[in-house]
């Protein structure tokens, strides 16, 4: 939270209507107004979309109720361009400019810099990947958008990340590359985010893991609370073990998540995980985040 506040003083200072968002979108009875607020979704031609097998209603469906909805495949030419592309771009580890690398030159680094690298970023090189901005730019990942969080709906971030194994990773390491941490995020009103798997993503690739309904169903003490993250145990034990959910897949598999429930990555354990996230909010954009670092529309 502290070290965050540089980010948050940037962001009021740019849209100051993100203030009230911050501190009251958290609360349940808020939340539920601003929902009321949606202006009804567009209806678009989703012809061209990469996932024809979707049906858009579906998955609205499954979002409301469980917040999750697992079941898109990226077809295989655009998964493999992504793939070839973030294995010959360097990457920043640790959110760090000045730490650049490939992936597999991960080990290499951590020894030269005596540092934990969990993750490394492609911030707005990612641009330059068509196949990532043809996913982005999918009419039915809009149109599912739409239906979810309303007329309003846009892309807001996207990002390509690796996931690294580590062995040294501090609980600090661990916060900012968001593994092991369940928390929600805070960013917009109402937002959804899709994940893809380039790679396939078994126990040991750090899977992503969710908390089925608990993006509308939250206790008082996780609604009237500063911290964004809870303990892992405390989760279990106020909205169950069974409704934890632990997604591995195939490479190109894909969700699409409301990230107001509960979520975190997990630690590799010995398999690096290259995610590709496109998130679709409700405001205006904020063009910083990730610890200072640009947002990529
Ligand atoms: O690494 C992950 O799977 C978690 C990502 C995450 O927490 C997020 O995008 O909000």
């Known amino acids: 939270m502290i070290k965050r506040l540089p980010t948050h003083i940037a962001d009021i200072r740019e849209n100051p209507r993100w203030l009230p968002m911050f501190a009251l979108g958290r609360v349940m009875l808020f939340r539920n107004l601003a929902w009321r607020l949606t202006g009804p979704p567009r209806q678009l031609n989703v012809a061209a979309t990469l996932f024809p097998e979707v049906d858009a209603d579906d998955v609205t469906v499954r979002l409301r109720k469980d917040g999750l909805f697992q079941g898109l495949k990226l077809p295989a030419v655009i998964r493999s361009d992504i793939a070839v592309f973030a294995r010959s771009t360097p990457c920043f580890g640790n959110f760090d400019r000045k730490l650049e690398l490939l992936a597999q030159d991960h080990r290499a680094a951590e020894f030269a810099t005596g540092k934990a690298i969990l993750t490394g970023h492609f911030f707005e090189r990612v641009l330059q990947c068509q196949a990532a901005r043809r996913v982005q730019q999918d009419p039915l990942l809009l149109q599912i958008a739409q239906n979810y969080l309303g007329g309003e709906a846009r892309v807001t971030a996207t990002r390509l990340w690796w996931s690294f194994p580590s062995e040294s990773a501090s609980d600090y390491d661990l916060h900012l590359a968001s593994q092991n941490r369940f928390h929600f ?17 078994d126990q040991d690739a750090g899977p992503h893991r969710y908390v089925l309904g608990s993006h509308r169903r939250r206790i008082l003490r996780h609604q009237f609370t500063l911290l964004v993250g809870q303990p892992a145990e405390e989760i279990e034990r106020i909205y169950g073990r069974e409704a934890i959910v632990t997604l591995t897949g195939a490479e190109g598999f894909g969700f699409a998540e409301d990230p107001f429930g ?22 205006e954009k904020l063009h910083r985040r990730f610890h200072g670092e640009p947002v990529v529309h």
């Open 262 to 283: 509960f979520h975190t990555g997990t630690l590799a354990k010995s398999v690096p995980r290259l995610v590709l996230e496109v998130s679709f909010g409700v405001s």
């Open 185 to 201: 995020d805070l960013d917009d009103w109402r937002m959804v985010k899709y994940f893809f798997y380039i790679e396939a993503v």
